[in-house]
């Protein structure tokens, strides 16, 4: 009798390739890149093509005289971690910080694990936060729009930021959002980063995303249930000092974060149970910073504060074995 020889595992394939997700992430975005470039115009872009240029070429130097091994650089996950730390920082951002940004996403935050599929942290995220900390005054200087491609732009700040100074100042923050509708959080010329340009077009890509299978709902309903509740919660107790849930949906880094940074395959819980305590960390610790912490936004931190605790939740929240009942 002829022996059976059994290949190693996984046994179970599908039509996809790290390549087509990454480039489905890159669709996804393009609708809310083109829409930060019509409103901030060339700067925008320059940030855009910056931080995509670096991250591509500091991933393939590092592979081909660091690591010598293959270039991954094929996949596009570089180009999803340039395009990703773009759309978190002001379109005033000087390339050179830029540049620094996408080398600290690239060379410590990715390459340093090993490349793609065993970094810790989101890679775009942490050179974000790198650049919050070390660069404060160009990372909180947002430019607000006066008309299509960066027409008669100025400085001011995020509807965040407003928030957190008025809460500083003793005032009611219904004094600072009332001036703000929900339409315009929709699709709006107010201050931010690239990715906070349009709602709406980050929404479409992240139907896109599901409709192509590429991302499941329950970590971002997950992240957006917690803040609605807890923003419900202090809201209803004080108006006058706490933000309302479509507020704190609308504004800021939610949206960005939540669709497409916190679902992120390598950096996220690998069952359905532990992307809902996942999420639920998330819009938990973002809700404390932005109510009680020094800084007005908090999705950034509260993603990667998770991210560190992914590794104790697959311990525990294992997903069901092939053919298991």
Request: glycine fraction near 10%.
């Given at each position: ?51 995509i240029i670096t991250c591509v070429g500091l991933e393939y130097l590092i592979e081909r005289f660091l690591m010598h091994a293959p270039s ?64 404060p005054a160009i990372m909180t200087t947002w430019v607000i729009p006066g008309g299509y491609f960066g027409a008669d732009a100025v400085t001011g700040a995020t509807p965040l930021g407003l928030v957190n100074e008025a809460i500083l100042q003793g005032k009611s923050v219904t004094s ?150």
């Amino acid at each position: 009798m002829d022996r059976i020889l059994v290949s190693p595992n996984p046994h179970i394939h599908a039509p996809v390739s790290t390549r087509s997700l990454m480039r489905d992430v890159v669709i996804a975005l393009l609708p809310a890149s083109l829409v930060s470039v019509i409103y901030y115009g060339l700067p925008a872009l320059v940030v855009f093509a910056v931080s995509i240029i670096t991250c591509v070429g500091l991933e393939y130097l590092i592979e081909r005289f660091l690591m010598h091994a293959p270039s991954t650089v094929g996949d596009l996950s570089a180009v999803v971690t340039g395009l990703l730390l773009a759309m978190n920082l002001p379109s005033s951002t000087p390339w050179w910080v830029v540049m620094i940004g996408a080398a600290v996403a690239i060379g410590v935050a990715k390459m340093t694990f090993g490349g793609i599929g065993q970094n810790v942290f989101n890679p775009a995220l942490v050179g974000r936060v790198f650049l919050l900390v070390s660069f404060p005054a160009i990372m909180t200087t947002w430019v607000i729009p006066g008309g299509y491609f960066g027409a008669d732009a100025v400085t001011g700040a995020t509807p965040l930021g407003l928030v957190n100074e008025a809460i500083l100042q003793g005032k009611s923050v219904t004094s600072v959002v009332g001036d703000f509708s929900y339409c315009d959080r929709l699709f709006t010329f107010m201050g931010g980063s690239a990715g906070e340009a349009s709602v709406l077009a980050l929404l479409a890509g992240w139907i896109y995303l599901l409709v192509r299978r590429v991302v499941r709902p329950h970590i971002t309903v997950s992240i957006w249930a917690t803040v609605a509740v807890i923003s419900l919660i202090f809201w209803l107790c004080n108006p006058e000092r706490f933000t309302d849930p479509l507020f704190n949906l609308l504004s800021g880094g939610m949206i960005l974060g939540s669709c497409f940074m916190a679902t992120d395959y390598v950096t996220s819980p690998m069952s359905t149970k532990g992307g809902i305590i996942f999420g639920v960390g998330i819009g938990f610790i973002t809700m404390m910073i932005r109510y009680f912490g020094s800084y007005p936004e908090g999705v950034s931190f509260a993603i990667l504060i998770m991210n560190a605790t992914v590794p104790l939740i697959n311990m525990f929240c294992h997903q069901k074995k092939y053919g298991r009942k």
